[in-house]
């Protein structure tokens, strides 16, 4: 009997996903080893925008959390999602940081590391798959889910074959948006299948409420592995529920085999938390909503309600439809990129000036020519010279790996922040998040961490600007 | 192509699962022409719990409210759920009153009448359809869905064959608590669609989390039709959301044809009721949140915390385990009862007392006697003689239809409130629930009615105590 494997994300991507990351390691410790008992294909329990939010508004060392987690959890493993060459930032990093932030995840305890690149730029992964490799990890690398004339089954499958060449243990199909359908799913892990050998899971959100028949559809195709959330923590931008998944799949061919009394005192634990955040207000019932716009548009509900918010600024909602329309183009013209963050504001942000300026490519914001550049790595599609002259004018696009032009960064690193580091770990960081983590190793030093441990949870999430608030892994 | 037909809800049981069935005509009514040209199999707008509702707490005539929706719901037809022999009501009306009550709500627009028996005997509910069909409406019959040793696919495959029997238009599997899962469902369905000629409609809630994978089944085993609520008023105790699913079917063979546009102008409508619901604490944000402890115990999530509400009366929640292995045992000597209101009740109330007093049916409350007795109908298996025997004594079990021992009564109740009545149907309101109809005819007359439209919503909903408070259609 094939058992289909769960991995848990309440950890790392439900409460990510639903209050802004803000759960608390203290709010984590006393269920983990219960979670461990379960019997999970793994725990997802760290990286994404977790490392960011520990240190930036939890006043945690994200290292010590891992810790932590490790030390209860001694049978399942652990997993975390890499932005690729972004790692746990914003940019790319050199490869050198790259190779030491993979090593000190591993040694601090990571299993599995799932590395994914928002153009699906199979070169922006393959130093974070290698170094994964290499300290004796499960390297899974990602496919970015997204619909367009050029992603096809065919395009799919390739890029599988490409990351299974790289030598990556498993394919994680990530459908950030909720925008995979039952049957498209069914369809593309059968040629995901035929296409490789190494083990494939599925990771979505339940945004647009497909996520739970996506799953079901997927697996009769032969998925190995899927991403779920207990019940309290599931839904809305969360992923689907552990406990319906694992009930429907009981005594099919598809059973999971774990047991529903002992998931049903995991809800136990979180339920309270749910109440209180939706109490406190940290978790908005807004999030818990299906939102279907996302499937007639196939775009992410956030680059939706980005838009809207962006042409009300203008006092321009009435040009919705036709900036909806624009989105496609704009794709097109940029080689089709994924829309995820960052590609979904810049494409975004771009079709909004396309549409109020009446005229296409007038004004052009940096981050635009990054993607026309090859700043972000290769598009799915080649740009056409005309859209490059337009926007590059006599500039030359890169076609080399954007990490290749960075130079090595971390004995620089490791000089300027030496006076400050307590553990080899803080020097990462350091490397990720200057400015954060220069802060929060000061109120370490001074012994001003307010680590309030449970209670009480923050008013209203209000998520850093720009950077932080759409993220959508 | 096979089209899928969907019937949308949100004008009765999503709103009755969510809101207490607190949704007013005046809210309903500005969405009612866009409703009927979505191009729904049907519009499920009346009955279940919504004709009480009005009257007891909205200070609305329901039967007004189904010639203001039908007004404007020319194309589409509507829909009502009835509960067999107890109409809307909560005891057996004699056949004259159910004939009578049957003609009214097709004079006045209904089309299509759902009609359910909570013990699955079909003689429950053969007067309803009888008088359907007379008056030219479509009858459809309900089979309860619930699990027992005795509940086979040949059980309920042979009772939809007798439903058809009667001249049901259609069959409708009413599984009012979320218990069917996704593969049990495709089981089910294959088996139904064999046994009769007739369509086949799916009805359940979301509670557990399974529903939309269930449909999903369904739809691939051949049912020609599903409950579903626009998504503001979808998932937790209601229906799975409606554009999700219509997403999925999409470009397949079970497309539904309908458009994904017009029903995101439809949920625009009713995202604001929403939160205004849930603002003011009429929608529990509780409600929307995934229980599978239902698929555990197999018992409805509204009994479940029914049985913990009567155990933490006796101090003795630590005899929930007892309590909930001594559910099926009650069931069997009732002769396996679908657990639905009010059965649920009853075999709940049996179970907590057989483990509290220490010794089985030490204590027999009179609605346990009406069970054994054969006042609620007859029991899908038998019951024994010796539990018969313990439990009535000398006394013996009735074997006819319930409403066989009922004489006539509209004469009587015409008689009785002729002074009131300013429309024909007021006779059946009254027949119905007597005081409640004679308090509102009273503020009728007195002008005293409070319909205030959109505003406020209840700050709580606190349904009327014992009869209100469990209803699960
Ligand atoms: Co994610
Ligand atoms: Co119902």
Redesign the interface.
């Known amino acids: 009997m094939r058992k289909v494997g769960i991995t848990e994300t309440v950890l790392r991507d439900a409460h990510q996903s639903l209050i802004a990351t803000r759960m608390r390691t203290e709010e984590m410790l006393p269920i983990v080893e219960q979670l461990d008992d379960i019997g999970y294909h793994s725990l997802e329990a760290w990286g994404g925008a977790t490392f960011d939010a520990c240190l930036r508004f939890l006043d945690e060392d994200p290292w010590d959390r891992l810790r932590k987690i490790k030390a209860k959890a001694k049978k399942t493993p652990l997993q975390m999602l890499l932005r690729g060459q972004n790692l746990l930032g914003y940019k790319h990093y050199a490869d050198d940081v790259v190779e030491y932030f993979v090593q000190k995840a591993i040694a601090n305890g990571m299993d599995i590391i799932r590395i994914f690149d928002a153009m699906n730029d199979p070169r922006n992964i393959e130093t974070a798959i290698k170094a994964c490799i290499k300290e004796g990890g499960h390297a899974q690398a990602c496919i970015s889910y997204t619909t367009s004339p050029v992603h096809s089954l065919d395009l799919f499958a390739k890029d599988a074959k490409i990351l299974e060449g790289m030598g990556a243990h498993s394919i994680c199909i990530k459908d950030m948006a909720g925008l995979l359908?039952?049957?498209d799913a069914y369809n593309l892990i059968k040629a995901i299948k035929e296409s490789v050998k190494i083990p494939v899971q599925l990771h979505t959100h339940y945004t647009?409420?497909?996520a739970?028949?996506?799953y079901?559809?997927a697996i009769e195709a032969g998925v190995d592995v899927v991403d779920t959330a207990i019940?309290?923590l599931?839904?809305g931008t969360s992923q689907p529920?552990t406990?319906?998944?694992v009930?429907?799949l009981?005594d099919?061919e598809y059973d999971t085999g774990l047991d529903?009394?002992k998931?049903?005192d995991i809800?136990e634990y979180f339920?309270p938390f749910?109440?209180k955040w939706?109490e406190s207000g940290l978790l908005d019932?807004?999030m818990?909503?299906?939102?279907?716009?996302a499937?007639?548009y196939q775009v992410p509900g956030g680059m939706l309600s980005n838009l809207v918010s962006q042409l009300k600024q203008s006092n321009a909602v009435d040009k919705l439809d036709e900036v909806l329309k624009e989105v496609p183009r704009v794709r097109e013209d940029f080689g089709f990129p994924p829309l995820v963050t960052p590609s979904s504001q810049i494409v975004g942000t771009q079709s909004v000036f396309n549409v109020l300026m009446g005229e296409r490519y007038k004004m052009v914001p940096k981050e635009s020519r990054g993607v026309v550049k090859g700043e972000y790595g290769k598009s799915p599609a080649p740009i056409s010279e005309e859209i490059s002259k337009k926007i590059l004018g006599d500039e030359k696009p890169i076609t080399c790996r954007p990490a290749d032009l960075i130079e090595p960064e971390l004995d620089k690193i490791r000089e300027e922040i030496k006076d400050m580091i307590e553990q080899e770990e803080d020097v990462l960081s350091y490397a990720l998040l200057p400015q954060v983590a220069k802060a929060f190793f000061k109120k370490r030093k001074d012994g001003t961490l307010n680590q309030t441990p449970l209670e009480p949870a923050p008013k209203k999430a209000e998520p850093a600007k720009e950077q932080f608030d759409e993220e959508d892994d």
């Open positions: 359908k039952p049957y647009s409420g497909v739970s028949m996506t079901l559809k019940s309290p599931a839904l529920a406990e319906p998944l009930a429907s009981q099919t529903l009394m998931l049903s809800a339920r749910r109440e939706i019932p807004k818990l909503g299906v939102d279907a716009n499937l007639i």
